[in-house]
């Protein structure tokens, strides 16, 4: 039975079936014996392919499936109990018009979908939100309204906000950069195993696959030996090639830069150096066209002895610099571990020790009197010894003075301190003047040496047993010495140094070279007159001990005249005197005066033969036994020019020395020759003895 539209009908008994295709309005449905109304209509099948509109509830027993339902239309509530199935790729839409709705949730063969296809944000909100896995026993992630957003991995938390900031546990994995908001700052991952820091654009700090810090560089490079520094540091500006490292603390304590060295095999080792290791070096570079392995200059730390466990680290600094041609440094300068500076010595054993070179100490500022380094003006070395104890001080002062020889000439001043006037103070003791003078106590040495002093300004003191002390040089050639020694207070010598005249201890000077008979100036000291004695030994008789005056024939004879003894003789007679004289210890020689010409008394003279005269020194025996020890002998020859003779000791030694204190003789002869009688006057006579 089919029905287009069926209205208000009262009661409609259906035998079978009934098919409508509009609107059905009735008050009760009734099917067989029973009734269909508002309280409950049972139907083995309804079939409505317009709107049914039920006004009270709607109780489905079975399963409402879509091929049963095609649109609901619900003003209410629909409660679904046992839950609501939406088949593959069917979607649940909220919002806008159905087939569109701005949220569509669903499920295709392979993924589901919570799609936000409308206008705003799709907000979950919720004050513990957690993601777990489709079993619930794992967790995904967490947000917690106030508190932490955690990402989990395997139920751990991986990452986790705070409110100071995040926390990762674990590695965060970046391909390329992390960037700075609100500048252009990063921090980038370049190449394989490589980090490079980024400021205002442009990379400033690299750590390269080397384990390399490079900064103001992205290339690591050698210098020398093919070995590649970990730290490095380039820049094309005095800032981008300066290291600076600064402490700010208030106390003494400085920053610092430590080098240092073990013997150990590993990181961390503490094994101990040993003598002459090198701690650590500072080199200075630079670029010869091809490449900066070549070291200009350098300074380095060195053992200097043995350490010990924890308390003893001797060491030496050494700077060395390359000389032009090499390419690696020479040593130049070394501070041992005991203080004591080598320039070119590795080995100095004084506080400051140059080998092979000058040490120069120059001024160059205005000149004004007194107000330079502790008072001094001009270039200066003082020596200061300020001993802590036995109260010992010592300062002087090797200094220079302006010389007036011209305008950039110099005088070296030696000044020593001392309490002079009152105070202590420095005074110019030793002068080497411009003009290669020295003065000692004198500022303006006038001689090559020229002493002021008191007393004996010099004193040459020598340390050996040699005779000679000064020696005498003409352009280099020796000329001759002075010295002494224990047995003479003054020794002269030839440039041999041969001894040729001395004064010994007792004040006595000798000839040493014989061979000159006497030559030479000498202090002498009058020991007898010999005329005097010999006048006072007249007419004694021939006797040993007894003095006399003898002829031996002739009628020769002496006489007095005038002060003077003169000797009146014929041809070829001889007379003969003798006088006593006691002799200490010393040197003695003979001289005479000897005359034969008129002079103011109106004495004859000899004519034209020969004459002579005779003084002998004998020892103490009797005429014709006696030894003679010295003689000066007037020789035979004519003497008609009236001129004055002085004779010495004329042959054999010139000094006879006495060794012990005795009784001589002085033995007198005359011997005139000519051809008739005639006198010769002797004017004076003397025993001399070196002073």
């Not at 340390?463 to 224990?486: L, P, Q």
Request: hydrophobic content about 30%; proline content about 2%; some cysteine.
């Amino acid at each position: 039975m089919a029905l287009s539209n069926l209205t208000k009908v009262q009661t409609v008994g259906i035998g079978s079936n009934i098919e409508v295709v509009g609107v059905v309005t009735t008050g009760q449905f009734k099917s067989g014996t029973s009734n269909l109304h508002s309280t409950g209509v049972e139907l083995t099948n309804l079939n409505v392919s317009g709107i049914a509109t039920i006004g009270g509830n709607l109780s489905v027993g079975g399963v409402l499936t879509y091929e049963d339902v095609t649109n609901i239309d619900s003003v209410g509530v629909v409660t679904a109990r046992e839950g609501i199935f939406v088949p593959d790729n069917k979607k649940i839409h909220l919002g806008n018009a159905s087939g569109s709705g701005d949220l569509q949730i669903y499920h295709d063969t392979n993924h589901s979908y919570v799609q936000d296809a409308g206008t705003g944000n799709l907000r979950i909100q919720s004050n513990n939100i957690s993601f777990e896995n489709a079993a619930g026993n794992n967790s995904l992630a967490r947000f917690v309204a106030g508190g932490a957003c955690q990402l989990h991995h395997n139920n751990s938390v991986i990452f986790e906000t705070s409110s100071s900031g995040a926390i990762v546990t674990g590695d965060i994995t970046i391909s390329d950069s992390i960037i700075h908001s609100g500048d252009n700052s990063k921090i980038r991952f370049p190449a394989n195993d490589t980090i490079s820091f980024e400021t205002s654009g442009n990379e400033g700090v690299r750590i390269d696959a080397g384990g390399r810090l490079l900064v103001g560089t992205n290339t690591a490079r050698t210098f020398g030996g093919g070995e590649y520094a970990h730290l490095q540091v380039e820049g094309t500006t005095q800032s981008g090639a300066q290291i600076t490292i600064t402490r700010n603390t208030n106390d003494t304590y400085s920053s610092n830069l430590s080098l240092v060295k073990t013997r150990g095999t590993s990181d961390g080792a503490v094994t101990a150096v040993q003598d002459n290791d090198t701690l650590g070096t500072i080199q200075f570079r630079g670029a010869d066209g091809s490449d900066v392995y070549a070291v200009a200059a350098s300074i380095h730390g060195e053992v200097d002895g043995t350490p010990s466990n924890g308390t003893d680290m001797p060491g030496a600094l050494v700077l060395g610099t390359t000389p032009d041609g090499q390419a690696s440094p020479t040593e130049r300068i070394r501070i041992t571990s005991t203080g004591l500076v080598g320039i070119n010595e590795a080995s100095p054993d004084t506080k400051l020790h140059v080998r092979n070179g000058v040490l120069k100490i120059e001024t160059d500022t205005n000149f004004y009197s007194g107000s330079g380094e502790n008072g001094e003006n001009y270039a200066s070395i003082f020596l200061n010894s300020n001993h802590s104890s036995g109260n010992n001080p010592a300062h002087g002062k090797i200094t220079v003075r302006h010389s007036n020889q011209n305008t950039y000439s110099g005088d070296l001043v030696l000044m020593p301190q001392g309490y002079y006037s009152g105070s202590y103070g420095y005074q110019e003791v030793l002068r080497v003047s411009a003009y290669k003078r020295v003065g000692i106590n004198e500022p303006a040495p006038s001689a090559e040496l020229d002493v002021k002093g008191d007393g004996a300004p010099v004193n040459i003191n020598s340390s050996n047993s040699n005779t000679f002390k000064i020696a005498f040089e003409d352009n280099g050639t020796v000329r001759g010495y002075i010295g002494c020694d224990n047995t003479n207070l003054l020794n002269v010598g030839n440039s041999s140094a041969a001894s040729k005249f001395t004064v010994n201890t007792a004040g006595i000077a000798h000839n040493v070279d014989t061979t000159t008979h006497g030559s030479g100036v000498f202090m002498c000291e009058v020991h007898t007159d010999l005329l005097a004695l010999l006048k006072s030994s007249q007419n004694h008789g021939n006797n040993t001990g007894m003095y006399y005056s003898h002829s031996d024939g002739g009628g020769a004879s002496w006489s007095w005249d005038n002060g003077v003894l003169r000797m009146d003789s014929n041809v070829g007679s001889h007379s003969w005197q003798c006088g006593s004289v006691y002799l200490t210890p010393g040197y003695y020689t003979l001289m005479q005066c000897w005359r034969a010409s008129p002079d103011a008394h109106g004495w004859s003279n000899f004519g034209n033969n020969s004459n002579g005269n005779g003084y002998y020194l004998t020892d103490d025996q009797a005429y014709g036994s006696y030894n003679t020890l010295l003689t000066s002998y007037a020789s035979q020859s004519s003497r008609t020019n009236g001129r004055t003779f002085w004779y010495g000791t004329t042959t054999g030694n010139f000094w006879h020395n006495v060794t012990s204190a005795g009784t001589y003789r002085i033995q007198q002869m005359g011997q005139p020759y000519g051809s008739g009688g005639y006198k010769y006057y002797i004017l004076a006579a003397y025993l001399l003895k070196l002073k």
